[in-house]
């Protein structure tokens, strides 16, 4: 068995390769009566869109979404939604040595190990261009959740962190690298020129925050909001660490230092005031109410110029260098997919937690 839906009552499906005719979604479980449109979803894509910028892959895709099914005049039916985004711009001749050795550190001897066969060009589903899919669907989702704010942004680069001294939200629409610090995203577009000049790359680190998530979303165990939150940013390509509020920092603090203390609300607020947020507004799985935090590490591209040693699909020692158009840093690009999977996530939660009891 395959696995390639995610979700329980709002659950989506990415169908697709890189190097296809086309990619998409199927997102089932959308209540009905939300108005919907390819013009609601595709800024989203928009911001994800390869090409952009010198700092990301030069493959040039428009990524034009078009809506196959589940909406009939401007409004979600209830039935499946049918998302389609078309490949435009595949090289897949840049991948003719792909096709007899492996890639350290990509998925190709994972998938030949595991299928006998392989699409090798662009890596085929294993391929950052599935996350395009991921993006519409996450669209989708925003429509469930409307009280949630989601935002997203690169946090550090390779060795270079932001300040949040510097912390300026408006400007993290302003720079190619996502970032609310200005003079960080200087030093990015340094160090990135750099790698991609040495045809080399840089991993990235992503912290995503859902403002107005209600106290109550979750569940004790098996669907903890945490939990689920963990499974679906491991999921996107690249993504090899996840952190939830102070993470593997609260394995160096203590009990009073990792505590939220609380005191009574005041008669504008519907729940208590937290003094701290170091569980990352999830406890026992169920969220507080308060802003609920993700921080995603992205390795380095495994596709790179730099020749490194491997060998080849007949078990024979050789070296390779991956031709083609790749990002020197897939982190940037990362931001609106792990924005889109938070989506996905909390609008899951919620329509689970309005079927057991009944309230949002």
């Given at each position: 068995?395959?696995?390639?839906?995610?979700?329980?009552?709002?659950?989506?499906?990415?169908?697709?390769?890189?190097?296809?005719?086309?990619?998409?979604?199927?997102?089932?479980?959308?209540?009905?009566?939300?108005?919907?449109?390819?013009?609601?979803?595709?800024?989203?894509?928009?911001?994800?869109?390869?090409?952009?910028?010198?700092?990301?892959?030069?493959?040039?895709?428009?990524?034009?979404?078009?809506?196959?099914?589940?909406?009939?005049?401007?409004?979600?039916?209830?039935?499946?939604?049918?998302?389609?985004?078309?490949?435009?711009?595949?090289?897949?001749?840049?991948?003719?040595?792909?096709?007899?050795?492996?890639?350290?550190?990509?998925?190709?001897?994972?998938?030949?190990?595991?299928?006998?066969?392989?699409?090798?060009?662009?890596?085929?589903?294993?391929?950052?261009?599935?996350?395009?899919?991921?993006?519409?669907?996450?669209?989708?989702?925003?429509?469930?959740?409307?009280?949630?704010?989601?935002?997203?942004?690169?946090?550090?680069?390779?060795?270079?962190?932001?300040?949040?001294?510097?912390?300026?939200?408006?400007?993290?629409?302003?720079n190619a690298f996502f970032s609310p610090d200005a003079t960080a995203a200087a030093q990015w577009e340094q160090a990135v020129d750099a790698a991609r000049k040495d045809g080399s790359s840089l991993g990235a680190i992503v912290?995503?925050?859902?403002?107005?998530?209600?106290?109550?979303?979750?569940?004790?165990?098996?669907?903890?909001?945490?939990?689920?939150?963990?499974?679906?940013?491991?999921?996107?390509?690249?993504?090899?660490?996840?952190?939830?509020?102070?993470?593997?920092?609260?394995?160096?603090?203590?009990?009073?230092?990792?505590?939220?203390?609380?005191?009574?609300?005041?008669?504008?607020?519907?729940?208590?005031?937290?003094?701290?947020?170091?569980?990352?507004?999830?406890?026992?799985?169920?969220?507080?109410?308060?802003?609920?935090?993700?921080?995603?590490?992205?390795?380095?591209?495994?596709?790179?110029?730099?020749?490194?040693?491997?060998?080849?699909?007949?078990?024979?020692?050789?070296?390779?260098?991956?031709?083609?158009?790749?990002d020197p840093c897939v982190g940037i690009r990362g931001v609106p997919v792990v924005e889109a999977m938070m989506a996905l996530v909390l609008a899951d939660q919620k329509?689970?937690?309005?079927?057991?009891?009944?309230?949002?």
């Amino acid at each position: 068995m395959s696995y390639n839906s995610f979700g329980r009552v709002l659950r989506f499906t990415t169908w697709g390769e890189s190097h296809g005719p086309a990619i998409g979604a199927v997102v089932d479980g959308c209540p009905p009566g939300l108005a919907l449109s390819e013009a609601e979803i595709q800024p989203f894509l928009d911001k994800r869109r390869p090409g952009q910028s010198r700092f990301t892959t030069q493959r040039q895709e428009p990524d034009q979404i078009r809506i196959l099914s589940g909406v009939f005049e401007g409004r979600t039916t209830g039935t499946p939604i049918s998302l389609m985004i078309e490949n435009v711009d595949q090289r897949s001749k840049d991948y003719s040595e792909v096709a007899n050795a492996y890639r350290p550190g990509h998925a190709d001897y994972a998938y030949d190990a595991k299928y006998g066969l392989r699409d090798y060009r662009g890596g085929g589903r294993s391929s950052a261009r599935e996350t395009a899919s991921r993006v519409a669907a996450g669209a989708v989702a925003r429509l469930v959740i409307p009280e949630v704010r989601i935002r997203a942004w690169v946090e550090r680069i390779g060795t270079i962190p932001i300040l949040y001294s510097r912390f300026d939200e408006a400007e993290i629409d302003n720079n190619a690298f996502f970032s609310p610090d200005a003079t960080a995203a200087a030093q990015w577009e340094q160090a990135v020129d750099a790698a991609r000049k040495d045809g080399s790359s840089l991993g990235a680190i992503v912290v995503c925050e859902a403002y107005g998530v209600p106290a109550g979303w979750g569940a004790p165990l098996y669907a903890k909001l945490d939990s689920e939150l963990a499974a679906a940013m491991m999921s996107i390509n690249a993504v090899k660490g996840v952190e939830i509020g102070d993470g593997f920092a609260a394995a160096m603090s203590t009990g009073e230092g990792n505590a939220d203390p609380m005191r009574p609300g005041t008669e504008e607020s519907s729940g208590p005031q937290f003094l701290a947020n170091h569980a990352g507004g999830i406890a026992g799985g169920i969220s507080t109410g308060q802003p609920v935090r993700v921080r995603v590490a992205f390795k380095p591209t495994a596709s790179i110029l730099t020749p490194v040693e491997t060998i080849g699909r007949d078990g024979q020692p050789t070296e390779i260098r991956t031709k083609g158009r790749h990002d020197p840093c897939v982190g940037i690009r990362g931001v609106p997919v792990v924005e889109a999977m938070m989506a996905l996530v909390l609008a899951d939660q919620k329509l689970l937690h309005r079927a057991q009891t009944g309230r949002n």
